[in-house]
């Protein structure tokens, strides 16, 4: 990495693209009913179909085990985001959906449909994954704009009771030693229990159990971390990066305090940083990754971090079959290296680069589990 210099300004980042997404009990549309009176009725129709749960529990989208696999629940929330994730030959799109005191939910649906936008209000039915560990993650049935529906139909806004929320579980962690194939040498001072990077479960500060909107509580315990890198980012700024890094870990199935030590090491938090190879922004992405992950603007914020995301995500998946320890310092070699160089050396390459960023960044995710970050 080069000395970061100046550049475009995080105000770019309010670029946010058209959400592609209705979908059918029945049949996929590739557009959302341009007659209220149509999108009303096929959600009704949707609904009379389905054996929909009664109201959600306090707590039921907080915990993994509150809600039964294979049951359809009713939601509403704002959109706030959407992104595909490819999977082999296969790609699932998924949607961000915002409910009250700042949870967000992801919902998968497997075809793009398009005619709704971030920032609408929308009512939806979902069903639980079978096997789901994770209470906020959804298949998509249906959805409406809520201002589509007559008022007798709309529902209240999904509200979990804050006093619920489910933190105390540590983070799954495999403690397999260093030192295995394919890695020489081993970052000195991190093989400790680094915890499972697809795991989303994680512990709460002491004595924080009981505050009222614990997300909300989350959000300013990152965000005062943030500011504490880069104070010359608003307070609106900094937030925004905090909630895009929680959602899009989420989506992506990445423990999101890995997120944070990479944006730490990449960019220090600069939005504007510039390498002297040319990558740019949060997660310093070259012209070739920004491509692969369908990025079309390095310099929008949110889609810097979202394909930054994407990409460290599929390098972590190429070794699933590690521990948790190696997948974590090989995923992170392919982010800064390239996964033919680690492919090529059988391991981190003899970069000296790649080797301090890997042990910087394991030994900063592994500090932020230590102190307890949310």
């Known amino acids: 990495m080069g000395k970061p210099r100046r550049g475009k300004s995080l105000a770019r980042a309010g670029a946010v693209s058209t959400i592609i997404l209705l979908l059918s009990a029945y049949g996929w549309a590739m557009q959302y009913p341009q007659?209220?009176?149509?999108?009303a009725a096929g959600y009704l129709s949707a609904r009379q179909q389905f054996h929909i749960m009664g109201e959600l529990a306090p707590g039921a989208l907080t915990s993994p085990t509150a809600l039964p696999g294979g049951v359809v629940v009713e939601l509403v929330g704002e959109i706030v985001g959407h992104t595909?994730?490819?999977?082999?030959?296969?790609?699932?799109?998924?949607?961000?959906?915002?409910?009250?005191?700042?949870?967000?939910?992801?919902?998968?649906y497997p075809e793009p449909i398009e005619g709704l936008r971030p920032g609408q209000t929308v009512q939806v039915l979902a069903t639980v994954p079978k096997n789901s560990a994770d209470g906020r993650h959804f298949e998509l049935n249906y959805i409406v704009r809520q201002c589509d529906l007559p008022a007798e139909l709309r529902q209240p806004a999904t509200v979990p009771n804050p006093s619920e929320e489910q933190g105390a579980s540590s983070a799954a962690s495999d403690t397999a030693p260093a030192g295995g194939a394919g890695l020489s040498p081993s970052p000195p001072h991190v093989e400790q229990e680094l915890p499972d990077w697809g795991t989303r479960r994680v512990p709460s500060p002491p004595g924080t159990q009981?505050?009222?909107?614990?997300?909300?509580?989350?959000?300013?315990?990152?965000?005062?971390?943030?500011q504490q890198h880069n104070s010359e980012l608003t307070d609106t700024e900094c937030e925004r990066i905090v909630r895009w890094v929680l959602d899009w870990s989420a989506v992506y199935r990445v423990d999101h305090r890995l997120i944070f030590a990479v944006i730490e090491a990449e960019s220090y938090f600069d939005p504007e940083c510039i390498s002297h190879a040319g990558a740019l922004g949060l997660m310093q992405l070259m012209p070739g990754t920004a491509k692969y992950v369908h990025v079309e603007d390095r310099w929008n914020v949110r889609e810097n971090i979202r394909g930054g995301i994407q990409y460290l995500a599929e390098q972590l998946a190429r070794y699933t079959d590690r521990s948790n320890y190696e997948q974590c310092v090989l995923g992170l070699?392919?982010?800064?290296a390239g996964p033919n160089a680690v492919d090529r050396y059988g391991g981190v390459p003899p970069y000296k680069e790649t080797?301090?960023?890997?042990?910087?960044?394991?030994?900063?995710?592994?500090?932020?589990?230590?102190?307890?970050?949310?």
């Open 35 to 39: 007659d209220p009176a149509e999108a």
């Open 84 to 108: 595909s994730v490819c999977k082999s030959t296969e790609t699932t799109y998924c949607l961000l959906l915002a409910m009250v005191n700042g949870l967000t939910v992801s919902l998968d």
């Open 210 to 226: 009981d505050e009222v909107d614990p997300q909300q509580r989350r959000i300013d315990i990152w965000q005062a971390w943030v």
């Open 333 to 336: 070699a392919c982010y800064n």
């Open 355 to 374: 080797r301090n960023y890997v042990i910087k960044v394991t030994k900063k995710f592994a500090e932020l589990v230590e102190e307890g970050y949310p």
